[in-house]
């Protein structure tokens, strides 16, 4: 018997704005990736012979842009599989390495579930979490994170920039905070790096997870800073074999990807200027836009937040309805894509104090590098569009039910 055949999409390409899930590859990132694939195929560890040299080149040349990107040394960048390996290997690593010292580990409500998870995941092996909340702006509030430290914490993990409401935490005054306490202080900025300016040594951040695909680069890479001094950062390696990546990520290393991840670190860090300030003023346009209705609500702070950030939510509509409204027109979300599968209304906006109608009612606009104005302005129409027509559908009084005709006496 012949199965169906899969499904097909429509054949049409929406206005893309969803940065925040992934970003397309910039061109001149292909263009540097493409001779790694076939002429350069060499494995970098094969360092016998021509071929081994120059992908061992060629990884050296990405880890030290990567590391130029954050200030860190190129021998503190550990390369992984993306953000949610680096997030992995820095929360178990470095439990497993300090348990001696303490099993309590201090994260936020509104973190990503690669850092949530793997927080969970020691605490059935008996750690302690303590999960602390943010302002309705989701912000940390540093007095709070302060008292929570006791002398059993071995580790700290804040996002540098949230994936849902792009909210910008004070990295510099939670590293200080850490150090003060002998405290390791690890930071997901999977969203941050290359537009905003991160400083590990200024910011006394022990350990950061980076990924290549938020920033116009491929998927399938990301990195992890290890420091490797004051204080000299131990972790316990989650993948054995090879002894990769200085025996804390073993694997065979995958140049096409390095390359591409360096040249759009490169890309974003030489274009993080101007780019910002016009997408800037797309996101601004696009707020504008939408304000033309009430019940709007902007999600997370006015202004600590990422340039192409626009989360709301939307009072009297339904989600999905939403969502589903805007789908031939608009690439966008209202969450984590990670999450996206799921039911349940947003762990971030129920964090900030929303209600469950209000969480559900979201839209998380990601802008990027080849958006336009003229894109900006249809999508924000046909928002508008489908807003005034669904809060009218649901103002309208609904029929009287027709009895059942079989039961009817």
């Keep these: 018997m012949m199965s169906e055949p899969p ?22 990132v ?17 360092i016998n012979h021509a071929y081994g040299w120059e992908a061992e080149a060629a990884v050296k040349q990405a880890r030290e842009a990567i590391a130029n990107s954050i200030g860190s040394g190129a021998e503190e960048i550990i390369f992984t599989s993306g953000a949610t390996e680096a997030n992995n290997l820095a929360i178990k690593g470095a439990a497993e390495a300090y348990y ?19 927080c969970f995941y020691l605490q059935k092996l008996g750690f302690e979490i303590t999960v602390l909340p943010v302002t309705k702006d989701g912000l940390l509030n540093l007095d ?27 990295l510099a005054k939670i590293g200080t905070i850490c150090h003060k306490n ?13 537009k905003i300016p991160l400083d590990v040594g200024e910011m006394k951040i022990d350990l950061m997870s980076l990924t290549a695909h938020k920033v116009y680069g491929p998927k399938g890479i990301g990195a992890l800073y290890v420091r490797r001094r004051d204080p000299r950062v131990k972790l316990a390696p989650q993948i054995h074999g090879g002894g990769q990546e200085r025996d804390l990520r073993s694997g065979t290393l995958y140049p096409p990807q390095i390359v591409g991840f360096g040249k759009a670190v490169e890309l974003g860090l030489t274009e993080r200027v101007a780019e910002g300030e016009r997408v800037g003023k797309l996101r601004d346009r696009l707020w504008q836009h939408l304000q033309q209705l009430e019940g709007i609500h902007l999600n997370g702070h006015g ?12 009072e009297g509509v339904d989600g999905s309805a939403l969502l589903l409204g805007l789908q031939s027109v608009a690439a966008v979300s209202s969450g984590s894509a990670c999450t996206s599968t799921k039911t349940t209304p947003s762990h971030v906006l129920k964090a900030l104090g929303h209600p469950d109608a209000l969480a559900y009612a979201s839209l998380r606009f990601g802008i990027g590098r080849f958006n336009t104005e003229a894109e900006i302005d249809r ?13 009218q559908a649901q103002s309208r009084p609904s029929s009287p039910s027709l009895p059942n005709k079989v039961n009817a006496k």
């Design 144 to 170: 709070t994170l302060e008292k929570a430290i006791r002398p059993d914490t071995i580790l700290v993990s804040v996002m540098a920039a949230n994936n849902e409401i792009g909210v910008l935490q004070p």
């Design 303 to 314: 202004d600590r937040r990422l340039v192409g950030n626009l989360n709301i939510s939307v």
């Design 30 to 46: 292909a263009a540097a990736m493409l001779p790694y694939f076939t002429e350069r195929f060499g494995n970098p560890s094969s």
């Design 379 to 391: 999508v924000a129409e046909a928002t508008l569009k489908t807003i005034r027509a669904l809060r």
């Design 7 to 28: 499904l097909e999409r429509p054949n049409y390409r929406p206005i893309y704005l969803d940065c925040h899930a992934t970003t397309p590859v910039d061109e001149r």
């Design 100 to 118: 001696t010292k303490g099993r309590h580990i201090i994260t936020v409500e509104t973190e990503h579930r690669a850092v949530l998870d793997p």
């Design 182 to 194: 002998e405290v390791l202080f690890h930071s997901d900025a999977a969203q941050a790096i290359a």
